[in-house]
């Protein structure tokens, strides 16, 4: 049932919306940590490798997926927030229509690129199989990994946050079972934890298409919603498009950033791994954030509401600077004791491989407080369909500092991995920067605006 987010307490609204956002985020990133932690009681740092590379290339895939599902959950935000309901069954409808074409012929063409993807990623030989049998499995189910993605920024564009979690949570549970299954009792390995994942995203769509049919949400869709029309997919592509290349090319950042570990070694590419993980709850509240401020500001600027907008983007900073500063500093004095839990310490290598991990988790983590600081800001422009802002600092930020400074502070240190570590938080840095001239901006067009409706009437009268 659809949600009007435009009214009462902003602060009460931003906690009260992003909360069981949180809550999704926190089952999604238990859901892939799963395969990582369950493989690693069962298996040795070779299958821990497959999947910590494999479930990268596929966290990519999905991140995209989710970025150019914002453009639907934009215009449906507006379309709710102006109470025009003919054209946000439009945009669901055609949304459907782009999403599933898309996803069969990302199916096809994945499938027959997994052992060139596997290649690029420097996959150290020992864990070249068991990525392939990873990816291999994932790929089939795309078409479930979009669905899932399609569901839940319909429902979040509606102001509704609380089905997508409880649709995650389905995943969750029937993720663990599964990998228990597979990887424990069946001995799969890496393809027994993408066996886990795909079957697990699959009853959560179905879980998800069962309370769709009986449940009222106010919006009647019809066949004819469900027709390509230009205007609407040119809207759902314009802010979809540059949103989901942002998150592309942080990911390819972020994998660029893997291969130089892997290069390392076998007990480097582990460590990094394994940080990745642990660095996805790290941005559960940023991640949050962003969505949440791009779902409220939608609705309040369809509503004309511009000062609600920009204060639930205030307290979006503010929630995200506090929890980045005391993740970074807990981190300080736990890295090894939170690394230390998918590694299996009986096997060679392992105590290494929980030294190198902590090591880059203390410079890495403090990318908690800046990320969580531009994520605010990206959702607050992809609100107002400036998605290409997101895409441009993001872009100048890996260009000019995330990958180049990997790069070089790899080759400069290598026996530790804690430089290394602080090139993502440099990168976010220089993109918090750029979101604030942005914003100074923004604002300083905003006024001249106002004082120009101002002055029209009083010209009018004369």
């Known amino acids: 049932m659809e949600k009007n987010l435009t009214s009462g307490s902003v602060l009460k609204t931003v906690l009260q919306f992003s909360l069981p956002f949180l809550l999704s985020y926190f089952l999604q990133t238990l859901y892939g940590m799963a395969d990582l932690f369950i493989i690693g009681q069962f298996n040795g740092v070779d299958s821990t490798t497959a999947v910590s590379i494999g479930s990268q290339v596929m966290h990519m895939l999905t991140v995209m997926i989710v970025g150019l599902a914002m453009g639907a959950t934009v215009l449906i935000g507006r379309a709710v927030g102006s109470q025009q309901q003919e054209q946000a069954a439009r945009v669901i409808g055609n949304t459907v229509t782009l999403f599933m074409t898309l996803s069969l012929l990302l199916m096809a063409g994945l499938l027959f690129a997994v052992k060139p993807i596997t290649a690029i990623m420097s996959t150290p030989a020992e864990a070249v199989f068991g990525t392939v049998s990873y990816l291999t499995v994932c790929f089939l189910g795309i078409p479930f990994i979009t669905a899932y993605n399609i569901i839940s920024s319909v429902f979040r564009g509606m102001g509704d946050s609380k089905s997508p979690m409880y649709f995650i949570a389905v995943a969750c549970a029937a993720n663990i079972l599964l990998d228990y299954l597979f990887i424990g009792v069946l001995g799969l390995h890496a393809a027994g934890a993408a066996l886990g994942t795909t079957l697990s995203q699959t009853i959560s769509v179905i879980t998800a298409m069962a309370v769709i049919c009986k449940r009222k949400t106010g919006i009647k869709l019809t066949r004819r919603d469900f027709l390509p029309h230009r205007e609407t997919m040119e809207g759902l592509l314009k802010i979809g498009i540059p949103v989901s290349l942002q998150e592309g090319f942080i990911q390819i950042s972020f994998i660029v950033i893997t291969v130089i570990a892997n290069k390392r070694g076998l007990n480097d590419a582990a460590a990094v791994g394994i940080v990745e993980k642990l660095i996805g709850i790290m941005f559960l509240i940023p991640s949050t954030m962003l969505s949440t401020v791009s779902a409220l500001s939608s609705q309040n600027i369809g509503a004309g509401k511009h000062d609600r907008a920009r204060l639930t983007l205030r307290y979006a900073v503010l929630i995200t600077a506090m929890w980045g500063i005391a993740a970074s500093l807990v981190m300080q004095f736990a890295a090894e004791s939170f690394v230390s839990l998918f590694v299996d310490q009986t096997q060679t290598g392992s105590m290494q491989v929980i030294t190198l991990g902590g090591q880059y988790m203390r ?49 400069h240190f290598t026996d530790t991995l804690f430089p290394m570590g602080l090139s993502s938080p440099a990168g976010s840095l220089l993109s918090v920067l750029i979101c604030i001239g942005v914003f100074i901006w923004m604002r300083k067009q905003q006024a001249k605006e106002d004082e120009k409706n101002k002055i029209s009437p009083i010209h009018a009268g004369a």
Do not use: E, Q, T
């Not at 600081?373 to 992809?382: L, V």
């Not at 802002?389 to 070089?408: D, G, K, V, W």
């Open 363 to 411: 410079g890495y983590v403090w990318d908690c407080v800046f990320a969580g600081i531009h994520f605010s800001f990206s959702g607050y422009f992809c609100a107002y369909g400036l998605s290409m802002i997101p895409f441009l600092h993001n872009s100048l930020s890996i260009i000019c500092a995330r990958i180049p400074l990997a790069y070089l502070l790899s080759k």
